[in-house]
């Protein structure tokens, strides 16, 4: 059965219009969505991190709160920009996170993407070596990372404390977690490099390529590439796919002057040096927008669907659009509410 969770990218602004105008305002609001979310039977709450924004940054506070706030929804992020996290310190705050959640959280995490700063994770204390681009230091982090919350030893014992010399693990552990990381892709090839690495898929709505084929036939593909790429890996465990998409349910005149009435269309854009395709947003009456989300290809292929919330419009808004969305959109296309 394919799971569905909501993507909060937590914005805050101080605008009269916004129902979160601080950054506590967002924080306390994540974690009752997070609640509102459970009770309509909803699969998923996620948070993007973004740093240097008015926008949710360290997510572990924010995951711990929620896990102790709710008991069977999973808690994840999409996605942590690995040039920034100290992988160490990320293994003991995700386990601890983890173990407050009992075992529920799920991990997205990627290269990052295009941000106001210039070079921001350098400000964090992590400059790529010599030769080395920044790509490839969140892939160097995100492997230290990874055998950290596997229980690798990182680090010898002091004979004079222990009475031997023994590599010592990151404390807390938490099992199970390490089968719970997700790589953000936003190419078919990196698709392939994540089933190589035994993390699961998490696409968004954009892919940072096009072919000319409409979006969701395009992440389609990727999922197909991932797919078969981990099969010949060998990789004893099923892997878990996610897409993202925008789906907003026009039920009065008021959802009507926010969103509009008809769904977009996929647009083309220049993003990291090169033309990147963008998934349209559906918007319409519910029975129109299950019919049009039950034809996606890609939403087919995933088991799982992240749904973008406007967090700004406030809890009961959002509750309200998951609550319409469980009830008459997203039985089209397989889900049935957690109960």
């Not at 349209?280 to 029975?287: H, T």
Request: proline share 5%.
């Amino acid at each position: 059965m394919k799971k569905i969770g909501f993507l909060s990218f937590g914005h805050w602004n101080a605008s009269p219009q916004s129902q979160a105008r601080t950054a506590s305002d967002v924080m306390l609001q994540s974690i009752d969505l997070a609640v509102a979310a459970e009770q309509v039977g909803a699969d998923g709450a996620y948070f993007r991190v973004h740093h240097f924004a008015r926008q949710l940054a360290s997510p572990f506070p924010l995951l711990a709160a929620m896990g102790a706030r709710t008991t069977t929804i999973e808690l994840g992020t999409a996605v942590i920009d690995m040039r920034y996290e100290n992988p160490l310190y990320m293994a003991e705050d995700a386990a601890a996170a983890d173990l407050i959640s009992g075992g529920r959280l799920q991990l997205g995490i990627s290269r990052g993407s295009p941000e106001t700063a210039i070079r921001g994770y350098e400000s964090f204390g992590h400059v790529p070596a010599d030769g080395q681009s920044d790509a490839e230091m969140a892939r160097a982090h995100t492997d230290v990372f990874r055998q950290a919350i596997a229980g690798a030893g990182v680090v010898m014992s002091d004979p004079k404390m222990t009475g031997q010399s023994v590599p010592l693990p990151v404390m807390p552990q938490s099992p199970g977690l390490a089968d719970r990381i997700w790589w953000g892709s936003g190419t078919r090839a990196t698709a392939e490099w994540t089933a190589e690495q035994g993390m699961n898929l998490m696409s968004s709505t954009l892919l940072t390529e096009d072919t000319g084929v409409p979006f969701d036939e395009l992440q389609l593909e990727q999922i197909q590439r991932f797919r078969a790429a981990w099969a010949e890996a060998g990789w004893e465990r099923e892997p878990r796919v996610s897409v993202s998409r925008s789906v907003m349910p026009i039920l009065d005149a008021q959802d009507r002057a926010y969103f509009g009435e008809r769904s977009g269309q996929d647009q083309l854009g220049h993003l990291d040096g090169g033309i990147a395709r963008f998934g349209k947003s559906y918007v319409g009456e519910p029975d129109a927008l299950a019919e049009e989300l039950a034809g996606d290809v890609a939403v087919r292929e995933a088991d799982s669907l992240l749904l973008t919330v406007p967090n700004q419009l406030g809890v009961d808004y959002n509750a309200r659009l998951l609550g319409a969305l469980a009830e008459h959109v997203l039985p089209s296309i397989g889900w049935k509410p957690r109960t």
